[in-house]
């Protein structure tokens, strides 16, 4: 039987507004905004706010970016072209298309805001206790710039006529070029620290120090190559490789004729034989391991290769033999057997097997070791407390003394020798401020994620003390909102044109270069207002502010559904229980 509808249907309408039916009561999950920690700041030595640094750089507030690098690393110059990124290494974007290239913005913004007039960072008020450094390479820096911007006079005392340790005297000008070394170094100059260059600090005259001043940093590095321990090896058979580098930064040119073998795989290997095709010479490196397992960087390697380096691998000096005015070099082969405790190939003899190669230089690269047996630290025992990156000596109740940089470090490069310098700051800082049961609770609550490296702006209790230890991984990345396209070509000379000057390898890129490429930052664990949590809320909970740090969530109407933190690029937002 048909009915026939008389009426028409009921359709819900309400006159007035829901604003009273407060739907956050229904809500057992409750969202909340946290930054984290990107794994590029924690694979950082030196702690830079990464993240920020490059959201920043996208808005195109270069000033702005720079400082935010100042506040944890006062070298962005020298390690925007001499630090071999593990930051780089590390990076979420690489699991999408290719990392960012993190060094190549920093030389960027190093380079670019420069000559803007910049004089200081903030520093806190001027304390009255003064503090030594012995020797101005990059912990010694790092460590003056750190100890004025908390409040400190300071004092570097410099053995060599000019303040740089091994970026002034053992880096060649291809690679970091005078200039801007010494504009970096006279920013830190008008943060108040005074440098004494030409004044070797003894044994004697360091005893002085201790009654001068309030604390003691000795950050002299290691300046003195190893020896190969091979028979009739002298300084006229076997030269050394840091010495070699030094002769070149004074304005001399070494004699490098014919054929030269750098014993090493490390970076001053690598660098002797670059420097030595640029004079002219034949170079070629002889490392025992093979070329994965050198501790150079893979891309001053590659360049090497480019220049007509050769890399001979599995290949270990074993005796020297006089011929004229040649020197036959008797050789060993090498085989991998299995791995050592650091993944590299662990090496043993080829049986007998023997080389022998005529030669007219041999340049030992092995490594180095401090100048002076006092520069060292002392063993651990009572009144020494050893640290990640430094070492506090307080044994014999005099000045404190703090040993950084290499004398400390296992690895050897300016990053981590810059977070040396940062380090004993806050050593000494809490030590006078707190006493020493304090130095550790201190410094662990400024660390980055759970590594090593250490933030300035936590130590200072700024807004990045905040921050969650959590470090995003690539698969809490909504990936949804980036597009692939590959980061920038970094322009560089030719190969042809390296072998013929020591002008500098890399160019810089354009400030729309620069721009482009921090935008494909993912920005991890930071909120950049992006604005997805309050287009896709259902309940309009979320509330925007002018400023970041306004944005916040009417929990009020919040009923908890986590669309929000579902929709968030970067994982700024997460979800709880209610109550945590």
Avoid at 217 to 229: E, N, P, R, V, Y
Avoid at 314 to 319: D, S
Avoid at 422 to 441: H, W
Wanted: aromatic letters at 8%; proline letters at 5%; a negative charge.
């Amino acid at each position: 039987m048909k009915v026939e509808m008389t009426q028409k249907p009921f359709v819900a309408i309400t006159y007035e507004t829901t604003e009273s039916n407060k739907t956050g009561s229904w809500r057992f999950l409750k969202p909340r905004y946290q930054d984290k920690t990107s794994p590029c700041s924690a694979g950082c030595p030196a702690g830079e706010d990464v993240g920020m640094i490059e959201m920043l750089a996208r808005q195109g507030l270069f000033e702005e970016a720079w400082e935010t690098i100042l506040r944890e690393n006062p070298l962005p110059g020298v390690c925007g072209r001499v630090c071999f990124h593990p930051c780089k290494a590390v990076c979420n974007r690489k699991d999408f298309d290719s990392p960012i290239a993190i060094h190549t913005l920093e030389r960027f913004l190093a380079d670019a805001v420069a000559g803007s007039g910049f004089t200081a960072l903030k520093k806190v008020p001027q304390k009255n206790r003064k503090i030594a450094v012995i020797g101005a390479g990059p912990a010694g820096l790092s460590a003056a710039w750190f100890l004025s911007m908390l409040g400190y006079p300071c004092d570097i005392f410099e053995a060599l006529p000019e303040a740089g340790g091994i970026l002034r005297w053992g880096i060649p000008e291809y690679r970091l070029p005078l200039a801007v070394l010494r504009s970096e170094i006279a920013r830190i100059e008008r943060m108040g620290v005074r440098i004494i260059p030409n004044r070797a600090v003894t044994f004697h005259t360091f005893d002085e120090l201790r009654k001068s001043y309030s604390a003691v940093f000795i950050g002299c590095g290691h300046a003195h190559g190893t020896k190969l321990g091979l028979t009739g090896e002298n300084p006229e058979t076997v030269r050394d490789g840091l010495e070699f580098l030094r002769e070149m930064r004074k304005g001399k040119s070494p004699l490098c004729d014919g054929l030269s073998v750098v014993i090493g795989g490390g970076n001053t290997a690598v660098d002797v034989a670059r420097t030595i095709i640029r004079l002219g010479g034949t170079a070629v490196i002889l490392y025992r391991r093979r070329r994965q397992d050198m501790p150079a960087s893979g891309d001053e390697i590659a360049s090497a290769l480019e220049e007509g380096v050769v890399l001979e691998e599995l290949i270990a000096p074993w005796a020297l033999e006089g011929s004229g005015s040649r020197t036959v070099l008797l050789l060993r082969k090498m085989k991998i057997e299995g791995e050592d405790k650091d993944g590299r190939g662990r090496i043993v003899f080829d049986g007998e097997k023997t080389v022998k190669k005529v030669v007219d230089h041999i340049f030992a690269a092995t490594g180095a070791e401090a100048a002076e047996p006092w520069h060292s630290p002392p063993l651990p025992q009572r009144g020494v407390m050893g640290f990640s990156h430094c070492v506090l000596c307080l044994e014999d109740g005099g000045s404190p003394v703090i040993y950084g940089g290499d004398l400390t470090n296992e690895a050897k490069n300016v990053a981590q020798a810059i977070a040396s310098g940062k380090q004993a700051t806050m050593v000494v800082d809490t030590y006078f401020e707190r006493g020493a049961d304090e130095i550790k609770p201190r410094l662990e609550a400024c660390r980055v994620g759970n590594g090593q490296a250490l933030s300035m702006e936590a130590y200072l209790e700024g807004p990045r003390g905040g921050r969650s230890s959590h470090i995003v991984q690539y698969g809490e990345i909504n990936t949804d909102y980036f597009r692939s396209e590959e980061g920038p070509a970094q322009p560089r000379l030719s190969a042809e044109e390296r072998r013929r000057s020591f002008k500098e390898v890399e160019s810089g890129i354009s400030a729309d270069a620069a721009a482009r490429e921090a935008s494909r930052c993912f920005n991890c664990g930071l909120c950049d207002q992006c604005d997805n949590c309050y287009v896709f809320c259902p309940d309009a909970a979320v509330i925007r502010g002018r400023h970041m740090e306004d944005r916040h969530i009417n929990y009020d109407y919040c009923k908890g559904c986590g669309v929000c933190a579902e929709e968030c690029p970067r994982n700024a937002v997460i979800m709880g229980e209610e109550g945590l």
